[in-house]
């Protein structure tokens, strides 16, 4: 079984400033790890996601996250926020087993990053 | 990344009628696509799990009979909500995904707002 765990509902930074939002997870085989910016009323877009190899992930916008197994953690980071990053973020998880069909993802109960000037 | 569509985007109907809406993934074969719900300022809820050519698998809690899911090709699946009530009033968001060996992708639609009058 998953679990994930994203500290802080709300994180707010001021623009500029790094962003760093948190996101640790459970699971008893290895995984493989997401995070996804959700803009309001609209759907998921994927940032990055780790699946195997480098264990620092650079994705979308600026954004990257490290794979840490010792410490079952996938922080997102990105250096200098900018107004646009306002928005919720998940971090999810799925098994990596391979059975012919996709396995469901685990979702963290969400971020929601203020960004202000 | 991939794409996925869904339609409508946004329906109104009266208490007691049946919606259906439409997922499409546009530029890629799924061989999975999910069905979530999501309420105001909360992480998304599984509500199925969709195979093409076999019947969903539904979370603890939903109603197969209420919400009819049908998955007819690699690209198309399809949430029929029957016998509608403002309980039903919410947020629906659809992905698909695809795994292969060492790999996995899931994308998500941009979402219904579906109101019960």
């Known amino acids: 079984a998953q679990s994930v765990t994203q500290l802080g509902s709300h994180v707010s930074v001021s623009e500029g400033a790094l962003v760093l939002l948190r996101c640790n997870y459970s699971s008893s085989v290895p995984p493989y790890l997401f995070w996804y910016v959700q803009y309001p009323n609209q759907g998921l877009q994927l940032l990055l996601k780790y699946t195997t190899g480098a264990t620092l992930v650079k994705g979308i916008n600026g954004f990257e996250a490290e794979f840490k197994k010792s410490e079952t953690s996938f922080h997102l980071t990105k250096p200098s926020a900018h107004m646009s990053d306002a928005a919720e973020y998940f971090c999810a998880v799925t098994p990596q087993l391979y059975t012919g069909t996709a396995s469901k993802l685990t979702f963290g109960t969400g971020t929601r990053l203020q960004v202000t000037l | 990344g991939a794409v996925v569509s869904q339609h409508p985007s946004r329906v109104i109907c009266k208490s007691g009628t049946s919606v259906k809406i439409e997922c499409r993934s546009l530029d890629f074969q799924a061989t999975t696509m999910f069905w979530y719900r999501q309420f105001p300022k909360q992480s998304l809820m599984l509500m199925a799990t969709s195979n093409e050519g076999s019947k969903a698998t539904y979370e603890q809690g939903v109603e197969k009979d209420k919400f009819l899911i049908n998955h007819a090709s690699l690209t198309l699946s399809t949430l029929t909500v029957t016998s509608a009530h403002p309980e039903d009033s919410s947020f629906y968001i659809c992905?698909?995904?695809?795994?292969?060996?060492?790999?996995?992708?899931?994308?998500f639609g941009p979402g219904t707002r579906l109101t019960v009058t």
């Open positions: 992905s698909a995904a695809t795994s292969g060996v060492l790999s996995y992708e899931q994308y």
